[in-house]
């Protein structure tokens, strides 16, 4: 099974490149974030993308997720649905059946903060509620996205660290500790506990992402059970030309590798909305 992410910054802005990149990946599933476009606004090739269940949950020029689903990987087409967290079309939910069992996957884009704060904060407390009830009900669940936060130090480069900067709050990273205390691993940092330099989101100015003066924003926190069987989660920082970069992670069927123990990595050790929402023409569709 393989799970992608990727805030791709403007889905018109982006299309051949996310479709080369889906077409390369191929990917069981992909979540997408800020894909800044109506329903209506998506490109035909990319609702009809051959080979996946598509669903797309925008808004006009703001914010925005979706997700499609390989047919090979769910030969019926998926029902689609939005957690209650949902708001300002940020996220979609499925309910797949995997090697791995029942699973939930979730494109997640959670907001900036600089416009909300407050608002920023509510999203997380829904998003902690959320991933506890999945705990309790026995559910895995992988939840995929751009988060927004810097989880430590670590994810940001020296540079880049602003004590009181939003993203790197002490409260916005307990919040985020509370939702991996759910029973979820951060997939990221669990294949690459060691690394400095770890990034996912690259300002785009003075050169940074070449110079990789970035912050790890984009996640892939999944079930313990789950993760137990994943085999990789990498950042494709050469992909693409938004100031993000996909995030792709894989694991492997029950029969072909015995499970990891990633547990040690469940507790500690931005792309920014620039205008605000236009929600007169707030749709989500399901492509054919």
Known sequence: MKLATWNVNGIRARQAQVQEWIARERPDVVCLQEIKATSDQIPTALCEMEGYWCYWHGGKGYSG??????????????????PAFDYENRVVAVDLSSGHGEVTVASV???NGGKDFPG???????MDTYAAASQQSGRQVALLGDLNVARTD??????????????????????????????????????????????????????????????RLDYAFVSSTLA????????????GTSDHAPVVATFATSSET??????????????????????SNDVSRSCP
């Open 65 to 82: 997720v979706a997700l499609q689903i390989s047919q090979a990987f769910s030969p019926a087409r998926p029902a689609f649905y939005h």
């Open 109 to 111: 884009y959670v907001p």
């Open 120 to 126: 920023k904060m509510r999203f997380l407390e829904m």
């Open 154 to 215: 670590r994810d940001v480069h020296p540079k880049e660290r602003k004590p009181r900067a939003i993203g790197q709050l002490p409260e916005e990273r307990a919040l985020i500790e509370r939702i991996l205390s759910r029973g979820l691993v951060d997939l990221g940092r669990a294949f690459d506990p060691d690394n400095d330099g770890l990034f996912t989101w690259w300002a785009p100015w003075r050169n940074m992402r070449a110079r990789n003066i970035g912050w």
């Open 228 to 239: 137990g069987r994943a085999t990789a989660c990498v950042v494709q920082k050469d992909v």
């Open 258 to 279: 015995d499970p990891v123990d990633l547990s040690r990595t469940t507790s500690a050790t931005s792309s920014t909305d620039e205008s605000g929402p236009d929600h």
